[in-house]
């Protein structure tokens, strides 16, 4: 298993100061594993690799803190970069990423660690599976950036290997200083980030400890001719994204898996460079949530037309991102280390669910060849965490969500997948993947 610590190729010192964005966000580390039909030249990734780490050296930095703030301290620490090969198949290796025992084809960074300084922020396996195919397993600190952030790094990782030129980006050195220069004026009236209590904080340490590992990954595609029949559906006559449909659509199943519970809190991640007229190469989490009550018994139609409204007000009612700088340096270093999105709450689960859709990931390519299919390995510490993903060659959505058990078993049951499925037809032309992987 030969590891090499990938360095840029010329180091560019960076001292860049976090923003509200990344600390809420400080605990978690992002996993994605990209499959190609093609046995990749890993001493050509790896030359490459060092290109664009030279172009974003974030990636190769190291948390520090300073001044009662949280950094990443840039001086081409690197990035650790692995080659293994594997007796599995393509196809068992997509199974086994679909069937939770997919942590093998990477090297996963570990968010609370990394956090303090302790371990790199970024980790790549590369795995040349039996059949000619090749698995790159890339693992990296959310307080980087968000998949914005990470395609940026993919598109010059992937034009480095074709010899073409690298993009700039716009990695500046004071996120907060630099997004109060340039966000309008705040729509929000109230922080969307709190504090966590010590009660609360020790009830999430236990959480960790004792049942975070039991959590499973509820995994589900839905088809394009699918989600046009939801949005016809739920629209009523109005204009909803697919994104609006299938989150709604998922938690309006997911009020009925548990029958104890009548409301929880819908926090959807949104992309705020679009929103706000921003630099789309700016690195960061340049992004917020926006929190929806979703109550037992109300129909995905009602749950998809609120969730639109909001995301259309964006800019003038509840861009939150100046205030919660605000509380966040108001906090103080101890209670700023607890600070989370006002939608987490350690006694009971909410779902949080950020787009990783529509960003170009089947347009990536290494040595002429694009990926077959991407995954997200969702090794995370609280559940009710997801992501939507494109499916097989950019068509039609995958949602994925860390689980309790209970809520598994309830999402799983026949009957509460056939009611998920209502919209799909016998003829729905569904990639023969996910036919075999989703069902």
């Keep these: 298993m030969p590891t090499q610590l990938i360095k840029p190729l010329d180091v560019q010192r960076l001292d860049v100061r976090c923003n509200v964005g990344d600390a809420i966000v400080a605990n ?5 594993v990209f499959f190609f039909k093609r046995h990749l030249d890993v001493t ?9 780490l030279t172009n974003l050296p974030v990636f190769a930095g190291r948390m520090a803190f300073a001044g009662g703030t949280m950094r990443i301290r840039c001086e081409g620490q690197g990035v650790p970069f692995t080659s293994v090969s594997s007796g599995r198949t393509l196809a068992d290796a997509i199974r086994s990423a679909t069937d939770e025992g997919g942590l093998w084809l990477i090297d996963p960074v570990n968010g609370a660690t990394a ?4 371990g790199p922020l970024c980790k790549v396996r590369v795995t040349h ?7 790159i397993g890339f693992s990296w600190h959310h307080a980087i950036g968000d998949m914005q952030t990470f395609m940026v790094f993919m598109n010059a990782w992937t034009a480095a290997a074709a010899g073409e030129p690298l993009a700039e980006p716009l990695i500046v050195e004071d996120r907060a200083a630099y997004l109060d220069g340039h966000l309008p004026a705040d729509g929000a009236r109230e922080p969307g980030v709190r504090t966590l209590g010590l009660a609360e904080l020790a009830r999430s340490a236990l959480y960790l400890a004792k049942d975070a590992r039991k959590q499973r990954t509820l995994s589900l595609y839905f088809g394009e001719d699918e989600i046009i029949r939801m949005r016809e559906a739920y629209g009523n006559g109005k204009r909803l994204s697919a994104n609006d449909v299938v989150c709604a659509h998922i938690s309006e199943a997911l009020m009925e898996a548990d029958p104890a519970v009548d409301r929880r809190t819908l926090a959807i991640a949104v992309n705020a460079r679009t929103r706000c007229g921003l630099d789309p190469l700016l690195i960061g989490n340049i992004l ?29 009612e509840h861009c939150d991102m100046r205030i919660n700088q605000q509380f966040l340096d108001a906090a103080g270093p101890w209670r700023a280390a607890r600070c989370v999105s006002t939608a987490f709450d350690p006694a009971r689960w909410n779902p ?8 170009g990931v089947y347009r990536l390519q290494f040595e002429g060849t694009f990926p077959f299919y991407y995954t997200a390995l969702l090794k995370l510490p609280v559940a009710g965490l997801g992501a939507l993903l494109d499916g097989a060659d950019g068509r039609g959505l995958v949602f994925q969500m860390a689980l309790p058990p209970k ?19 016998e003829g729905d032309d569904i990639p023969l993947l996910h036919r075999e992987i989703h069902g």
């Design 288 to 316: 917020t949530t926006l929190s929806l009550e979703l109550r037992r018994g109300e129909a995905a139609s009602s749950i998809a037309e609120r969730l639109r409204h909001i995301v259309d007000h964006f800019a003038d």
């Design 352 to 359: 949080l669910v950020s787009n990783q859709s529509g960003f």
């Design 115 to 118: 956090r303090w300084g302790r």
């Design 44 to 52: 050509a990734l790896g030359d490459a690799f060092a290109q664009a």
């Design 407 to 425: 809520e598994i078993e309830a999402t799983s049951s026949p009957a509460t997948r056939e009611h998920m499925h209502r919209f799909r037809r």
């Design 129 to 135: 599976l039996a059949d000619d195919a090749t698995a």
């Design 28 to 32: 978690l580390a992002i996993h994605l």
